[in-house]
């Protein structure tokens, strides 16, 4: 029978006691310490974690503590070890495998916040409170307000002029109720349009103005639309805010979450929308002017003429002009669609 040099600390005394630990049937350790015999069952054993080549702890019942060095004995005699710890400590004796897993790890994590984190914004976004959405918009617009916006100098008759193709436009859409148009002059931003989360689209005076007609306007227009329809600035904002993201699709509950209405407004406007959402929202905005009977052609021509005026900068989430695709390319994409 194999036995396992080990140290008692009896629990009564500071003095370390030596002991042979054995295992004289199964279920069963038989400690022999100094003449004196005890037995336990090994339900009743609590074995420290491995740690390395640490020794190991056995806590016995109302007698105190051994230490044992580790052992592939004490996992024979003591079952019910837990499968993580095991892993784990395999890991550490290969290193190949450790490094393996180390890389796996890391792609793990970028694959999370490459597709998982977008596919769960993706879910929550759908069910975020229609107040929240409505408190959320307000907050980022008296911040862009108070930063870049001021009343707009159009006439009264032009803006509900402009009003009403826009509600035309967006007519029969899913969330056609929640649109609203606005304006405001903006000199440091110059030609823009942006779509919040509520579904308010503001427009600057200074795109009214570079446009050459209104079949242009509506063409931006059509894409801040797409962009509200699949709520782009929600998720963008909470693709931002993993914890909030995660905690709500595990969960399926976002009462809890009254930051997001003080941390979203934030990254909303620091944040740009992706390549995909800017491709959907070009691609709706294609299928709702053909709809209207309107050629997505004028889509590509007022970019062009965006793109004259800002070059590729990027505003961040609140420009028109995304530097995500670049505008040549969202160009030809226009035209390609009004040939199909």
Not at 126 to 144: D, G, L
Request: glycine share 8%.
């Amino acid at each position: 029978m194999s036995a396992l040099t080990a140290t008692w600390f009896d629990g009564r005394s500071s003095r370390a006691r030596p002991g042979q630990l054995s295992c004289p049937a199964p279920g069963t350790l038989r400690l022999e310490s100094e003449g004196e015999v005890l037995e336990f069952a090994t339900a009743e054993i609590e074995l420290s974690p491995r740690l390395g080549r640490m020794p190991r702890t056995l806590r016995m019942p109302g007698e105190g503590h051994l230490q044992v060095e580790d052992s592939p004995l004490l996992d024979q005699w003591i079952s019910g070890r837990n499968k993580v710890e095991g892993w784990a400590d395999w890991l550490e004796r290969r290193r190949t495998a450790a490094i393996g897993a180390g890389v796996a790890t890391v792609l793990g994590v970028v694959l999370f916040f490459q597709v998982g984190l977008p596919w769960m914004a993706n879910k929550v976004a759908p069910v975020i409170p229609r107040a929240m959405e409505v408190q959320i918009s307000k907050q980022a617009m008296a911040i862009i307000d108070r930063m870049h916006l001021g009343p707009s100098r159009l006439p009264r008759e032009r803006r509900e002029e402009l009003q009403g193709k826009f509600r035309t436009l967006v007519a029969g859409l899913p969330r056609a109720d929640q649109f609203k148009l606005d304006f405001r002059d903006a000199p440091k931003l110059g030609p823009n349009a942006f779509a919040l989360p509520d579904g308010q689209v503001i427009v600057t005076d200074q795109l009214v103005d570079l446009v050459e007609s209104d079949e242009e306007l509506l063409a931006v227009l059509a894409h801040e639309a797409g962009h509200h329809e699949h709520r782009h600035g929600m998720r963008r904002a909470l693709e931002s805010s993993a914890v909030v993201v995660v905690a709500g699709f595990l969960f399926g509950d976002l009462s809890g979450t009254g930051s997001l209405s003080v941390s979203i407004p934030v990254l909303l406007l620091e944040s740009n929308f992706s390549r995909g959402h800017e491709r959907e929202a070009d691609q709706f905005a294609f299928a709702l002017l053909k709809r209207r009977g309107q050629s997505p052609a004028t889509f590509g021509t007022v970019m062009e003429r965006l793109s004259r005026h800002h070059g590729e900068k990027d505003m961040g989430a609140i420009s028109y002009l995304s530097s995500h695709p670049a505008s040549a390319e969202r160009i030809e994409a226009a035209r390609r669609a009004a040939e199909e």
